[in-house]
Structure formats: C-alpha cells, structure tokens
C-alpha cells in the first residue's frame, strides 16, 4: 500500500511519519504542499510540526495550501486521511473534521507518554486495535485542547465518532478528555498525540517490560493498510 | 477576538502584570488580531469581501468572532 506524507514548510515529524509507514509494511511517498498531485497514493498522512510557523492559527494557513484541494476531494470520497497534531490541526481548518483546537487551558507546551483508551475500532486508522483498548503513545503539544459547541460534542459522542480519549490526565483541557476524533465515515482521522513516534522499539514510550520499547502507534499504520487488503480482498 | 468563553492566556497574563503594576481595577484582559488590508479604492464590494475573508480565512468561527470590519 502506498501512503503519501505531505510536507509543508514547518512540518517536523513527515520523516517519522514515513518511517512509521515502512516500519508497518506500506511503501511511504514523499508529497510536497505547493503540488496539485497525489502521486497515486492509497492513503494520506498529515504530520506533525509548525505549518507556516503557526501563523495566523495553527493549520490555517496549510489548510488552503495547493495540495489540500486534492486532499479534500479524496477523502470526501472514502480515501483513509490521518492527521497527526499539527495534521489534526490542519483537518480541522479545512473543514475535513469539526471543532476546533485552542491553546492547551494550563498555557504550556507538554511532552509527555500519554495514556489513551481506544474508543471506536471501526476507523480506517483505528481498526487493529481491540474497543477499550488502552495504549501509550507520546503527545507534545501547545495548542491541543479540543473544543467544540455542544451540538457537536453530542453529535461525535452520540455517533461513536470520539476515536480516542484521554485516560488518567487531561493534559490540555479537550472536552470530554478527547484526544482523535473520526469523521462520520471514518476514513478521516485526526489526534493530537503521535502514534509515529512509537513504532519501533528502542524509540517509543518507556513500558513496564523495557525502556523506550512502547510500539502502540504501529497499530495506527497496520490497521489503515490492512483494511485496504481486506477491501480489495 | 477569541471568544468570551474560550480561556484567553495571552489575556490572562497580562492582567496579571496589570495587577502587579497595581491596576487591579482592570479585571479583564482579553487580546484578539486586527487585519489591515491594502487596495487602491475602498468599495461596498471590497469591504464585503474583507468580511467574508474574515469568517472564512481570518477568523475560525468555532474558537473566534469577527467583532469589526471597517474602512480606515
């Protein structure tokens, strides 16, 4: 399966992204904001980073950028679109995922392992894990915190589109402890912790068997190419 | 301007340097963006398009308000 990763200018984790793609079996493609191509690609990722140094709102600006027209008609017709922090951030300015994301309610940037508990498997991105499933991937964010008008809210908790929660800390005050979030089809998803950052052992999340040796984000890459597989099957 | 009931901590922590500064009369700050546009000619039609560019592109209207679109 090839996924495409766009880089925008400020992105910071498109190289992670890529290595979380390959580690999970897929062929990662490089894309580039300023193209109106594709390149062919069964799968997108949004990454992580600054986009235009988070100018104007963070995503706003990536949000209207050449390659998102394309982004938005593919994923409007069923293509999996994951966005990862500032990629969530994106998804959101462009109208891809509702509510939006403001400055974490305690004013600091945080880094940090982060519990979730996996609230729907039936995401593109989401469907390897097992429902209430609890894993640990790190988050490091300044403006996190998801909001949304209570309509919305009910509307995402009543439709199981609430893809993941925060367990244990609310680390930037998001309603209801939302950490992702899946749009009504649930191709699109977008959370602000970083499943790319614990794909490979040696370089995730400290667990109780070893140091830095959390892989629960692997899950996230696995779960989107193997329902391309069964799809196609 | 973000709005009234978002927590504004730009706001906030100004006022708390006001209160240092001993002007806890203040009890509020709250800290939005001013957009200045340049054109040739303000128009009817200008001024609409710069209200429409701040709901859709200026402002996120689900974390802000557009509180103002003037000509200078």
Redesign the interface.
């Known amino acids: 399966m090839r996924i495409g990763v766009v880089t925008f200018p400020g992105s910071l984790d498109d190289r992670d992204a890529q290595r979380a793609v390959r580690l999970a079996g897929g062929e990662a493609v490089a894309l580039w904001h300023g193209d109106h191509s594709l390149d062919g690609v069964d799968a997108i990722v949004l990454p992580g980073g600054f986009s235009y140094g988070d100018y104007l709102r963070c995503g706003a600006i990536a949000a209207h950028s050449p390659i998102m027209s394309e982004i938005i008609d593919a994923a409007n017709a069923g293509m999996p679109v994951l966005g990862i922090c500032n990629g969530f951030q994106i998804l959101v300015e462009a109208h891809l995922l509702p509510g939006g994301l403001v400055r974490n309610d305690h004013g600091d940037f945080i880094c940090r392992d982060q519990k979730l508990r996996v609230e729907n498997t039936s995401t593109a991105w989401s469907s390897g894990f097992q429902t209430g499933q609890e894993i640990t991937i790190p988050l490091k964010n300044g403006e996190g915190g998801f909001i949304a008008d209570q309509e919305t809210i009910n509307r995402l908790e009543g439709e199981g589109q609430v893809a993941f929660r925060y367990l244990e800390v609310n680390p930037n005050g998001s309603m209801n402890d939302i950490a992702g979030i899946s749009n009504a089809a649930g191709n699109v998803v977008g959370l602000m912790p970083h499943p790319e950052h614990a794909t490979e052992e040696g370089f995730g999340p400290d667990t109780t068997l070893a140091m830095r040796s959390g892989t629960d984000g692997l899950t996230f890459f696995t779960s989107v190419i193997q329902s391309s597989l069964l799809a196609r099957a | 301007m973000?709005k009234a009931v978002?927590?504004d901590?730009q706001g906030?922590?100004v006022t708390g340097a006001l209160h240092r500064l001993g002007k806890e009369h203040i009890s509020e700050v709250r800290i939005g963006k001013r957009f200045e546009l340049t054109v040739d000619e303000v128009t009817p039609e200008l001024l609409e398009e710069a209200r429409v560019l701040g709901e859709e592109?200026?402002a996120?209207l689900?974390?802000e308000d557009v509180v103002s679109v003037t000509a200078l």
């Open positions: 973000p978002l927590l901590p906030k922590a592109i200026f996120n689900v974390i």
